[in-house]
């Protein structure tokens, strides 16, 4: 039988024996806490908040093997000029090629055993151990797949693949491998001067001379990058030049949300600094035309599997909590690396 308000009881699932007074108070403060947790991935980056603030995340509730991505490299070539009686061209057009990315997947374990229910069956007790195992748990998914994210691992069915990935010129990227002939095109742009050469960060001048080339050879079809990551030397470049300027203010959700980070917010541009990258690099990302696009499976953001008996432990328990996501990319050059000299 379950108890009225629907929370599993002891009757449910019985934990171990002589606890059922902590075990009805854990059951029903653990299913509390279980509704909290549902869609709380929130990752300690500020890229994550620039994401959320501008409903650049995609959740969707059907998954499959994989994301297929068409990357329309193929023109139809039915499309010309007529007049009159003209006959159609009824050439047959080869379907175009496809990238095709993988899910990831993160798991996290939950684990009780008998002694600490027996030991903690006082009220405010039980609920300081489930509050501080289950935020243990939340913020090591969390910190985990903020490393994944930000990581240059292609997806292989168990990890995502991350956007350092786009950005790794001749990598294969969505299964498509951009030295193979007719696929160039499936590269990140790397931006140098005319003579070949890697431009200089010395002036203002030379820095905001070879952003723009970086954001020219990035835009295509009124698509241009958004998100801009840099190193530390870039990033005390571009504080340098932006304090000349005027700033557009953030609202007061933005600067809640974007507090404690190394930001900038201009012309509609989201600038940031990021300790991994090297000191003279710059990412230019393209995510509100979908050029990059971080994928969250709804059914499996921090859902929780039924509790199992632990093998080999005694008297203890443990439950899963699962995360599915995925990172894609529709057009791999709206995307680049600008290295400085």
Request: glycine share 6%; proline share 3%.
């Amino acid at each position: 039988m379950a108890n009225s308000d629907g929370h599993p009881n002891r009757y449910d699932l019985q934990l171990f024996s002589g606890t059922n007074n902590a075990e009805d108070m854990f059951l029903a403060t653990i299913s509390e806490l279980d509704k909290e947790l549902s869609n709380q991935l929130k990752v300690d980056h500020p890229l994550w908040e620039y994401l959320q603030d501008k409903n650049l995340i995609k959740y969707q509730s059907d998954i499959s093997t994989d994301i297929s991505v068409p990357l329309l490299d193929k023109p139809n070539s039915t499309v010309k000029d007529f007049t009159a009686y003209d006959d159609a061209d009824l050439t047959p057009q080869d379907a175009t090629s496809k990238a095709q990315f993988l899910w990831g997947h993160i798991a996290g374990t939950q684990m009780y055993n008998r002694e600490e229910l027996a030991k903690n069956s006082d009220k405010y007790k039980l609920l300081d151990l489930i509050e501080a195992k289950t935020l243990q748990l939340k913020e090591s998914i969390n910190n985990h797949f903020a490393v994944k994210l930000m990581g240059d691992q292609d997806s292989d069915g168990r990890v995502i693949m991350g956007i350092g990935r786009i950005l790794k010129k001749d990598q294969t990227c969505g299964g498509i491998d951009p030295t193979k002939s007719g696929f160039a095109y499936w590269n990140p742009q790397y931006t140098v001067k005319g003579d070949g050469n890697k431009f200089s960060l010395g002036t203002k001048a030379d820095y905001r001379a070879a952003m723009r080339k970086q954001r020219r050879e990035c835009t295509c079809n009124n698509m241009s990058p958004d998100v801009y990551f840099m190193g530390e030397d870039v990033w005390d470049a571009h504080c340098s030049w932006a304090e000349d300027k005027a700033q557009v203010s953030l609202t007061p959700e933005q600067a809640e949300k974007f507090a404690g980070y190394e930001m900038l917010i201009d012309n509609g541009r989201f600038y940031a600094y990021n300790e991994n990258l090297p000191a003279k690099t710059v990412w230019a990302l393209n995510f509100k035309n979908r050029g990059v696009e971080l994928r969250i499976h709804k059914e499996t953001n921090f859902s929780f599997q039924p509790w199992e008996s632990t093998g080999g432990k005694i008297q203890s328990k443990h439950r899963h909590c699962l995360l599915y996501a995925a990172t894609t990319c529709r057009k791999r050059n709206l995307n680049g690396v600008l290295e400085f000299d």
